[in-house]
């Protein structure tokens, strides 16, 4: 009688066992597939990852039913997880070609809050015909910096080691903090992608509550290989894996607090040495633009959380954007270096080099920029 006993315990653990290798392959197998789909010949063919927020739910329980990014806010309020209020902060010059697409996405990840500082010129294009229902909601918040932020020296103007930008977030973060959680000093070719681990932002922010702050690695796009714009979102026209590089500069995400210092920023986020600020692993980070917590100051390639940095758009992009126009960031000075070496360190160190794309480059006065006119986006 024991004997029989023994053997039904036994084959019901074989049963078990069996069970569990097969959910296990099958998970894997559905795992697989999405992989595939995200990047299928340097391609994005499902719509669940080409939004990218929260934009690889692949250990989820039910990985056979992708996270929708637009539901973000209704999963948070449903979950244990603290519901956070966030804000975005940026700076922009002739950005309406991009601003709608980015806004977008920040709004589905469950921002709530994007202040955007306007450093156009006092006769140039306005936010406002690109996203003014998102500015009449309040979900966009416009400070009015035309022709206002001029550098008047060198390259960078500064103020107690701040750039421009610097100066603006500072300005942003102790007009807002006292309302939010945690602000986000982003550009607005930066979008902060979460990969994998956390079903949502407000999982991700809340896991790294006890710190000041966090360092988002970039993982740079370059040009896909696309000479001229194209009336398309910048997500759906860059990003592939092909078209991918990694690098360890990072920007900062920094929670809202009343510090015992007074704050002070740059383009990457705040300066202040006292700040714990951490990187996706945990290791306390205190310079202000790299991730140099590895030996070698290689950046990480497996990380849960990136900010991809879409660097360069197609040549046509660049070219207008750092020859013909001034930056939002540095003011009216231009006195970017125009010489072939430049280009080369800049733009082809994140694309390939091709016949097309020089003929396009050479066209410029290397001393002196002039206006270049292309198909797409003549101005």
Same mark, same amino acid.
């Given at each position: 009688?024991?004997?029989?006993?023994?053997?039904?315990?036994?084959?019901?653990?074989?049963?078990?066992?069996?069970?569990?290798?097969?959910?296990?392959?099958?998970? %894997?197998?559905?795992?697989?597939?999405?992989?595939?789909?995200?990047?299928?010949?340097?391609?994005?063919?499902? %719509?669940?990852?080409?939004?990218?927020?929260?934009?690889?739910?692949?250990?989820?329980?039910?990985?056979?039913?992708?996270?929708?990014?637009?539901?973000?806010?209704? @999963?948070?309020?449903n979950s244990d997880n603290i519901l956070l209020k966030i804000a975005v902060c940026t700076i922009g010059k002739n950005e309406n070609l991009y601003i709608k697409e980015w806004v977008d996405y920040y709004k589905n990840l469950g921002i709530n809050k994007i202040f955007i500082y306007d450093n156009n010129d006092v006769d140039g294009e306005r936010f406002e015909d690109v996203?003014?229902?998102? @500015?009449?909601?309040?979900?966009?918040?416009?400070y009015d910096t035309r022709g206002k932020i001029v550098s008047t020296k060198n390259h960078l103007e500064q103020l107690n080691g701040m750039t421009l930008q610097g100066q603006v977030y500072r300005d942003c973060y102790y007009?807002?903090? %006292?309302?939010?959680?945690?602000?986000?000093?982003?550009?607005?070719?930066?979008?902060?992608?979460?990969d994998f681990k956390y079903n949502n932002i407000f999982e991700f922010l809340n896991d790294y509550n006890d710190y000041d702050g966090i360092k988002i690695q970039w993982r740079m796009y370059g040009d896909n290989?696309?000479?001229?714009?194209?009336?398309?979102?910048? @997500?759906?026209?860059?990003?592939?894996?092909?078209?991918?590089?990694?690098?360890?500069?990072?920007?900062?995400?920094?929670?809202?607090?009343?510090?015992?210092?007074?704050?002070?920023?740059?383009?990457?986020?705040?300066?202040?040495?006292?700040?714990?600020?951490?990187?996706?692993?945990?290791?306390?980070?205190s310079h202000f633009y790299l991730d140099n917590s590895t030996s070698n100051n290689k950046p990480y390639k497996n990380l849960p959380v990136y900010l991809d940095h879409f660097y360069s758009k197609s040549t046509e992009e660049y070219i207008k954007r750092k020859y013909n126009k001034t930056s939002?960031?540095?003011?009216?000075?231009?006195?970017?270096?125009?010489?072939?070496?430049?280009?080369?360190?800049?733009?082809?160190?994140?694309?390939? @080099?091709?016949n097309d794309k020089l003929n396009m480059f050479v066209h410029l006065n290397w001393k002196k920029p002039k206006i270049l006119k292309y198909q797409g986006i003549n101005k």
């Open positions: 009688m024991h004997e029989i006993h023994y053997v039904l315990i036994f084959i019901t653990l074989i049963s078990i066992i069996v069970n569990a290798v097969n959910v296990n392959y099958k998970n %894997k197998k559905i795992r697989e597939k999405y992989s595939k789909e995200y990047l299928l010949n340097g391609k994005r063919k499902s %719509k669940f990852y080409d939004k990218c927020p929260v934009s690889n739910k692949l250990n989820s329980l039910y990985p056979e039913k992708p996270y929708n990014s637009r539901n973000v806010t209704m @999963i948070a309020k996203i003014n229902d998102y @500015i009449e909601t309040g979900f966009v918040k416009i007009k807002n903090y %006292k309302n939010f959680n945690w602000i986000f000093f982003f550009d607005i070719d930066e979008f902060l992608c979460i290989g696309k000479l001229h714009y194209e009336n398309k979102p910048v @997500i759906e026209r860059f990003k592939n894996k092909k078209n991918m590089n990694f690098r360890n500069v990072v920007k900062t995400i920094l929670k809202c607090k009343t510090y015992d210092f007074d704050l002070l920023f740059n383009a990457h986020g705040p300066l202040n040495k006292e700040l714990f600020i951490v990187n996706l692993i945990r290791k306390r980070i939002a960031a540095h003011g009216k000075l231009k006195s970017w270096n125009f010489s072939l070496k430049s280009v080369k360190d800049r733009y082809f160190a994140y694309n390939k @080099i091709t």
